[in-house]
């Protein structure tokens, strides 16, 4: 059986991942391709576990911590969820992976690459992403974004914009140092042509 294709969407908070994760799940599906949808921190009990933790308020989470609850989680993830479902033919389309941790835990929290490489190496054994969508947004846009939404911010999207800007930074240093594998798309674009050009991306790659 042919391996599936491993596809992320990364940025920074209200970029409109989630959105268009389902929005090519549903495409593809369409298509009569098996595709499962998944997101970090999550994606299996012990990692969503871990994911309540990690938003909610009621915790005073230190950066290493952090850093390595994310790791426990992606573990988890990868060898539990990730792995299987590529393996087994299925495409996996997911809100976030390892270059997060490099952008959020790295840039935004001060760690060292090299800490953040080592257990890159122990938890994924290398797994990458076929294909990277960066959903690139400035920062007012965000905090616009984030002033519409009914529910309260949590932990992390609670953050200064000091902490976000080093986090989009890193993301198109990412983008710069990956090019075959990122794709940076305008998250202020309207939705549907963010997801005609994702798909024209998919054609163009011969994907489908």
């Known amino acids: 059986m042919t391996q599936g294709k491993f596809i992320s969407f990364e940025g920074i908070e209200c970029a409109g991942k989630s959105t268009q994760v389902l929005h090519l799940c549903e495409y593809l599906k369409?298509?009569?391709?098996?595709v499962c949808k998944t997101r970090e921190p999550g994606g299996t009990k012990l990692a969503d576990s871990l994911r309540g933790m990690l938003v909610a308020e009621l915790y005073d989470i230190p950066?290493?911590?952090e850093l390595l609850m994310m790791f426990a989680g992606r573990a988890s993830h990868v060898q539990q969820l990730i792995q299987p479902?590529?393996?087994?033919?299925?495409?996996v389309l997911c809100d976030r992976f390892v270059d997060a941790s490099y952008a959020y835990q790295g840039a935004g929290r001060g760690i060292s690459e090299n800490v953040i490489a080592t257990l890159d190496?122990?938890?994924t054994q290398g797994l990458r992403p076929d294909l990277t969508f960066l959903l690139d947004l400035p920062l007012k846009n965000m905090t616009l974004r984030m002033q519409q939404r009914a529910d309260a911010p949590d932990r992390i999207e609670s953050e200064k914009m000091e902490f976000f800007g080093r986090v989009r930074?890193?993301?198109l240093d990412l983008a710069q140092t990956y090019p075959d594998r990122y794709v940076v798309i305008d998250a202020m674009l309207p939705l549907g042509y963010i997801q005609s050009q994702?798909?024209?991306?998919?054609k163009l790659r011969e994907y489908i």
């Open 121 to 123: 190496q122990l938890t």
């Open 30 to 34: 369409k298509l009569g391709i098996q």
């Open 63 to 65: 950066p290493v911590s």
């Open 198 to 202: 994702m798909i024209e991306v998919l």
């Open 85 to 91: 479902k590529l393996e087994a033919g299925y495409w």
């Open 169 to 171: 930074e890193k993301y």
